[in-house]
């Protein structure tokens, strides 16, 4: 079992996250990784990750895909969104000392609302897939030319 001490051993090409909000924060550390087909971010799971049966938590995995959701809003439309709705698939676990990670893209977006899509994996394993819909704030628009978050 990974211990909260021991070194997190990301694959090569993630980077250590560190723009989070404190929620994220505290539940990661999580880790990046931007490639020209697209992103993907990624945890090492620890028994802090767990529920008493020593599988990752439902909820931290859904927490997860939200995030990597909200990133796909984000890099495609520059613009902060909420969610809306958000359904998930459990399809398989995660144990303490794997490596989990996922990736999300955007399937259709309207200037209000943005519908996307992800998956969470630990190899070639599926974990969970989830939809979403999520509220574009456009107040909140990036102005052109400024980077967008991984």
């Known amino acids: 079992m990974l211990n909260d001490d021991q070194d997190d051993n990301p694959p090569e090409g993630f980077t ?3 723009t989070r909000g404190p929620y ?10 931007v490639t020209a087909d697209g992103f993907q971010h990624g945890v090492r799971v620890r028994a802090r990750h767990c529920n008493s049966r ?3 938590h439902g909820g931290m ?3 997860f895909a939200d995030g990597l959701l909200g990133t796909a809003v984000f890099r ?3 613009t902060v969104a909420l969610t809306i709705r958000m359904n998930s698939d459990f399809l398989s676990s995660a144990r303490p000392g794997e490596w989990l990670e996922g990736t999300a893209r955007v399937t259709r977006a ?5 519908f996307c899509e992800a998956e969470l994996y630990v190899g070639s ?3 969970l897939k989830a939809t979403g ?5 456009g107040r909140h628009k990036v102005p052109d030319g400024e980077p967008s978050v991984s």
């Open 16 to 18: 250590a996250s560190t």
């Open 24 to 33: 994220t924060s505290h539940n990661g550390p999580f880790y990046h990784r």
């Open 54 to 56: 020593g599988i990752t």
């Open 61 to 63: 995995l859904m927490s």
């Open 76 to 78: 495609e439309t520059k």
């Open 110 to 114: 309207t200037k209000s609302v943005a």
């Open 125 to 127: 394993r599926a974990v």
């Open 133 to 137: 819909v999520f509220k574009l704030m």
